[in-house]
Protein backbone atom coordinates (compact mmCIF):
# COMPACT_ATOMS: atom_id res chain seq x y z
CA UNK A 1 0.00 0.00 0.00
CA UNK A 2 3.05 2.60 1.05
CA UNK A 3 4.56 1.34 -2.55
CA UNK A 4 1.69 2.15 -4.48
CA UNK A 5 1.04 5.52 -2.36
CA UNK A 6 5.26 6.24 -3.11
CA UNK A 7 4.67 5.39 -6.71
CA UNK A 8 1.36 7.20 -7.43
CA UNK A 9 2.64 10.50 -5.92
CA UNK A 10 6.24 9.80 -7.60
CA UNK A 11 3.82 9.62 -11.59
CA UNK A 12 2.15 12.48 -10.10
CA UNK A 13 5.22 15.04 -9.52
CA UNK A 14 6.83 13.80 -12.44
CA UNK A 15 4.00 14.32 -15.24
CA UNK A 16 2.47 17.45 -13.21
CA UNK A 17 6.62 18.83 -13.65
CA UNK A 18 6.95 17.96 -16.60
CA UNK A 19 3.66 19.07 -18.17
CA UNK A 20 4.82 22.79 -17.25
CA UNK A 21 7.96 22.78 -19.49
CA UNK A 22 5.94 20.99 -22.06
CA UNK A 23 2.68 19.53 -21.68
CA UNK A 24 1.95 18.20 -25.25
CA UNK A 25 5.06 15.92 -25.21
CA UNK A 26 4.29 14.88 -21.19
CA UNK A 27 0.66 13.96 -22.68
CA UNK A 28 1.84 12.36 -25.85
CA UNK A 29 4.30 10.32 -23.41
CA UNK A 30 1.23 9.14 -21.24
CA UNK A 31 -0.79 8.31 -24.14
CA UNK A 32 2.24 6.01 -26.12
CA UNK A 33 2.90 4.64 -22.76
CA UNK A 34 -1.21 3.32 -22.02
CA UNK A 35 -1.51 2.60 -25.88
CA UNK A 36 1.83 0.43 -25.95
CA UNK A 37 1.93 -0.98 -22.49
CA UNK A 38 5.50 0.26 -21.27
CA UNK A 39 4.81 -0.37 -17.77
CA UNK A 40 4.08 -3.76 -16.65
CA UNK A 41 0.54 -3.53 -14.87
CA UNK A 42 0.12 0.44 -15.59
CA UNK A 43 -2.19 1.49 -13.18
CA UNK A 44 -5.85 1.87 -14.67
CA UNK A 45 -6.20 5.60 -14.33
CA UNK A 46 -3.36 6.22 -16.82
CA UNK A 47 -5.84 4.71 -19.89
CA UNK A 48 -7.39 7.98 -19.92
CA UNK A 49 -4.78 8.63 -22.36
CA UNK A 50 -4.93 5.87 -24.52
CA UNK A 51 -7.23 7.59 -27.04
CA UNK A 52 -6.37 8.25 -30.93
CA UNK A 53 -7.64 11.62 -30.71
CA UNK A 54 -6.00 12.57 -27.63
CA UNK A 55 -2.66 10.94 -28.62
CA UNK A 56 -2.89 12.48 -31.97
CA UNK A 57 -3.62 16.03 -30.91
CA UNK A 58 -0.50 15.68 -28.24
CA UNK A 59 1.86 14.57 -31.21
CA UNK A 60 0.69 17.48 -33.46
CA UNK A 61 0.93 20.34 -30.75
CA UNK A 62 4.39 19.44 -29.68
CA UNK A 63 5.92 19.45 -33.19
CA UNK A 64 3.74 22.90 -33.48
CA UNK A 65 6.05 23.29 -30.20
CA UNK A 66 9.17 21.79 -30.90
CA UNK A 67 9.72 24.43 -33.73
CA UNK A 68 7.58 27.33 -32.20
CA UNK A 69 10.47 27.05 -29.14
CA UNK A 70 13.67 27.48 -31.73
CA UNK A 71 12.27 30.99 -32.72
CA UNK A 72 13.84 33.70 -30.78
CA UNK A 73 11.01 35.61 -28.99
CA UNK A 74 8.30 33.46 -30.14
CA UNK A 75 8.97 31.26 -27.81
CA UNK A 76 8.56 33.97 -25.19
CA UNK A 77 4.93 34.46 -26.91
CA UNK A 78 4.08 30.83 -27.20
CA UNK A 79 4.73 30.56 -23.39
CA UNK A 80 2.70 33.72 -22.52
CA UNK A 81 0.12 32.05 -24.25
CA UNK A 82 0.90 28.88 -22.32
CA UNK A 83 0.69 30.67 -18.87
CA UNK A 84 -2.73 29.48 -18.39
CA UNK A 85 -2.44 26.31 -20.15
CA UNK A 86 0.37 24.33 -18.67
CA UNK A 87 -0.60 24.74 -14.77
CA UNK A 88 -4.31 23.49 -15.95
CA UNK A 89 -2.93 20.59 -17.66
CA UNK A 90 -0.40 20.06 -14.54
CA UNK A 91 -3.54 19.96 -12.56
CA UNK A 92 -5.94 17.70 -14.29
CA UNK A 93 -2.59 15.30 -15.29
CA UNK A 94 -2.72 15.52 -11.49
CA UNK A 95 -6.29 14.32 -10.76
CA UNK A 96 -5.87 11.78 -13.26
CA UNK A 97 -2.71 10.06 -11.77
CA UNK A 98 -4.54 9.38 -8.74
CA UNK A 99 -7.66 7.41 -10.22
CA UNK A 100 -10.43 6.88 -7.92
CA UNK A 101 -9.77 9.27 -5.07
CA UNK A 102 -12.03 11.57 -2.43
CA UNK A 103 -12.62 15.10 -3.64
CA UNK A 104 -10.69 16.55 -1.12
CA UNK A 105 -7.66 14.46 -2.43
CA UNK A 106 -8.57 15.40 -5.95
CA UNK A 107 -8.36 19.06 -5.11
CA UNK A 108 -5.05 18.61 -3.01
CA UNK A 109 -3.99 16.87 -6.28
CA UNK A 110 -5.11 19.42 -8.16
CA UNK A 111 -3.43 22.48 -6.66
CA UNK A 112 -0.38 20.62 -6.09
CA UNK A 113 0.03 19.99 -10.25
CA UNK A 114 -0.94 23.30 -10.85
CA UNK A 115 1.95 24.80 -8.67
CA UNK A 116 4.62 22.11 -10.02
CA UNK A 117 3.69 22.86 -13.54
CA UNK A 118 3.49 26.70 -12.60
CA UNK A 119 7.26 26.34 -10.91
CA UNK A 120 8.75 24.75 -14.04
CA UNK A 121 6.68 27.08 -16.62
CA UNK A 122 7.97 30.36 -14.82
CA UNK A 123 11.53 28.80 -14.86
CA UNK A 124 11.89 27.92 -18.69
CA UNK A 125 9.85 30.98 -19.50
CA UNK A 126 12.10 33.48 -17.72
CA UNK A 127 15.17 31.63 -18.81
CA UNK A 128 13.98 31.95 -22.31
CA UNK A 129 13.48 35.88 -21.92
CA UNK A 130 17.02 36.48 -20.73
CA UNK A 131 18.55 33.71 -23.46
CA UNK A 132 16.46 35.88 -25.94
CA UNK A 133 18.50 38.92 -25.45
CA UNK A 134 21.54 37.19 -27.05
CA UNK A 135 22.19 38.20 -30.32
CA UNK A 136 22.71 34.27 -31.33
CA UNK A 137 19.74 31.98 -31.88
CA UNK A 138 22.43 28.79 -30.74
CA UNK A 139 22.05 28.86 -26.61
CA UNK A 140 17.92 29.42 -27.37
CA UNK A 141 18.06 26.07 -29.71
CA UNK A 142 20.61 24.84 -27.01
CA UNK A 143 17.71 25.02 -24.20
CA UNK A 144 14.81 24.11 -25.94
CA UNK A 145 16.76 20.93 -26.75
CA UNK A 146 18.08 20.53 -23.24
CA UNK A 147 14.55 20.89 -22.39
CA UNK A 148 12.45 18.52 -24.59
CA UNK A 149 14.96 15.90 -23.37
CA UNK A 150 14.61 16.93 -19.83
CA UNK A 151 10.39 16.48 -20.58
CA UNK A 152 11.27 12.75 -21.89
CA UNK A 153 14.01 11.80 -19.80
CA UNK A 154 11.67 12.88 -17.09
CA UNK A 155 8.33 11.18 -18.06
CA UNK A 156 10.16 7.58 -19.19
CA UNK A 157 11.30 8.02 -15.02
CA UNK A 158 8.16 8.45 -13.71
CA UNK A 159 6.68 5.77 -15.89
CA UNK A 160 9.81 2.96 -15.03
CA UNK A 161 11.17 4.44 -11.35
CA UNK A 162 8.13 6.90 -10.24
CA UNK A 163 10.32 7.48 -6.48
CA UNK A 164 13.25 8.34 -8.40
CA UNK A 165 11.13 10.94 -10.79
CA UNK A 166 10.07 12.41 -7.28
CA UNK A 167 13.49 13.42 -6.02
CA UNK A 168 14.12 14.64 -9.36
CA UNK A 169 11.36 16.80 -9.05
CA UNK A 170 11.64 18.15 -5.46
CA UNK A 171 15.72 18.75 -6.19
CA UNK A 172 14.49 20.85 -9.38
CA UNK A 173 11.92 23.23 -7.09
CA UNK A 174 14.55 23.69 -4.98
CA UNK A 175 16.92 24.80 -7.27
CA UNK A 176 14.15 26.70 -8.84
CA UNK A 177 13.27 28.78 -6.10
CA UNK A 178 16.74 29.37 -4.78
CA UNK A 179 17.60 31.06 -8.18
CA UNK A 180 14.14 32.25 -8.62
CA UNK A 181 15.47 35.81 -7.03
CA UNK A 182 18.51 35.42 -9.15
CA UNK A 183 16.29 34.99 -12.43
CA UNK A 184 14.45 37.84 -11.37
CA UNK A 185 17.15 40.36 -11.53
CA UNK A 186 18.29 39.22 -15.13
CA UNK A 187 15.21 39.44 -16.35
CA UNK A 188 14.97 42.63 -15.46
CA UNK A 189 18.62 43.67 -16.11
CA UNK A 190 18.02 42.36 -19.83
CA UNK A 191 14.46 44.93 -20.02
CA UNK A 192 16.36 48.19 -18.82
CA UNK A 193 19.19 47.53 -20.89
CA UNK A 194 16.90 47.38 -23.99
CA UNK A 195 15.06 50.07 -22.98
CA UNK A 196 17.88 52.55 -22.03
CA UNK A 197 18.38 54.80 -25.11
CA UNK A 198 21.35 53.67 -27.52
Partial sequence: MIVNGLETLGRTLGFSFAAGINLYATVAILGLAARFRWLDGLPEQFRIFDNDWIIG????LYLIE????????F???WDAVHTAVRPIGGALIAVASLGHASPALQGAAALAGAFLASSSHLAKSGTRVVANTSPEPFSNWILSLAEDSFVVALGILAIKFPVAAAVVVIISVAIIMVSARWLFRAVRRRFRR???PM
Fill in 57 to 60: AALV
Fill in 66 to 73: FVADKIPW
Fill in 75 to 77: DSL
Fill in 194 to 196: SES
